[in-house]
C-alpha cells in the first residue's frame, strides 16, 4: 500500500524558516518524481516545487523560487522541503504528491500526474 | 506563465450529467489531468492523460480535451460526488505544473 506523510508544519513568524518532510512506503521512491503542493486555507491547490526521482533536476513556482529548496533522500524514502524567509502569503497546508508515471519523462505538454498524496502539514506564518 | 480558467461553481440533480470546463490557449495539445477535493481531504486524481481513469474510479467519470477547451464529465451524478475539481496541466516552457483556479460541484 502506498503511503505519504508529511511532517514539520507548525508555526512560525514572517522571516522564519522550516523543513517539512514526507516519507514514503509502498513503492519504489527512486523511481517516481514527487511535488509538493500547496492549498491556503479556502483556496485552490497551487503548485510549489517538483524533484525528479534521481533529486537531479529540480522546479520551482516562481512565488517561492529562491526562497525554497526541494530535495530528497532516497535511501531514507523521504522527500523535504526547506522553506526560508517565509511571508504570511505562504500560510498553507502542504501536501507531498506522488507522479503517477515509473521513470517519467517529460515533454514540452505532458509531466506530472499525482496519483497519491499525503493527508498535509499545516503551516501557519503569523507575528 | 499559462493560466487555466474553470468556473467557481456548477449544479447539477442527481441522476443528470455533470460537465466541468477548464479553459486554456491550445489546452488541446497538452495533456490534462483532474483531481476531486471532498472537505478536509486530500485531492484525488479522477482522470488523467485528458480521458484515463485510475483504478477505481466509476466509468460515468470522462474527461475530454480539445481546441482551448478541456471538459470533466461525470454521468449519473450522485450525492457522493460534491466536492471541488480541479484541471491540471504541465507548462513545458516554464517547467511550471499549472492548476485551475477550481470547480465546486453541488449537489442539488
Known amino acids: 500500500e502506498v503511503q505519504l506523510l508529511e511532517s514539520g508544519g507548525g508555526l512560525v513568524q514572517p522571516g522564519g524558516s522550516l523543513r517539512l518532510s514526507c516519507v514514503v512506503s509502498g513503492f519504489t521512491f527512486s523511481n517516481y518524481a514527487m511535488s509538493w503542493v500547496r492549498q491556503a486555507p479556502g483556496k485552490g491547490l497551487e503548485w510549489v516545487s517538483a524533484?525528479?526521482?534521481?533529486?537531479?533536476?529540480?522546479y520551482y513556482a516562481d512565488s517561492v523560487k529562491g526562497r525554497f529548496t526541494i530535495s530528497r533522500d532516497n535511501s531514507k524514502n523521504t522527500l523535504y522541503l526547506q522553506m526560508n524567509s517565509l511571508r504570511v502569503e505562504d500560510a498553507a497546508v502542504y501536501y507531498c504528491?506522488?507522479?503517477?508515471?515509473?521513470?517519467?519523462?517529460?515533454?514540452?505538454?505532458?509531466?506530472?500526474?499525482?496519483?497519491?498524496w499525503g493527508q498535509g502539514t499545516l503551516v501557519t506564518v503569523s507575528s | 506563465s499559462y493560466v487555466l480558467t474553470q468556473p467557481p461553481s456548477v449544479s447539477v440533480a442527481p441522476g443528470q450529467t455533470a460537465s466541468i470546463t477548464c479553459g486554456g490557449n491550445n489546452i488541446g495539445y497538452r495533456t490534462v489531468n483532474w483531481y476531486q477535493q471532498k472537505p478536509g481531504q486530500a485531492p484525488v486524481l479522477v482522470v488523467y492523460d485528458d480521458r484515463d481513469r485510475p483504478s477505481g474510479i466509476p466509468e460515468r467519470v470522462s474527461g475530454s480535451n480539445s481546441g482551448n477547451t478541456a471538459t470533466l464529465t461525470i454521468s449519473r451524478v450522485e450525492a457522493g460526488d460534491e466536492a471541488d475539481y480541479y484541471c491540471?496541466?504541465?507548462?513545458?516552457?516554464?517547467?511550471?505544473?499549472?492548476f485551475g483556479g477550481g470547480t465546486k460541484l453541488t449537489v442539488l
Open positions: 524533484i525528479s526521482g534521481s533529486g537531479g533536476s529540480t
Open positions: 504528491a506522488k507522479d503517477l508515471l515509473e521513470n517519467r519523462s517529460c515533454s514540452s505538454t505532458s509531466c506530472y500526474d499525482f496519483d497519491y
Open positions: 491540471q496541466v504541465w507548462h513545458g516552457s516554464s517547467d511550471h505544473v499549472v
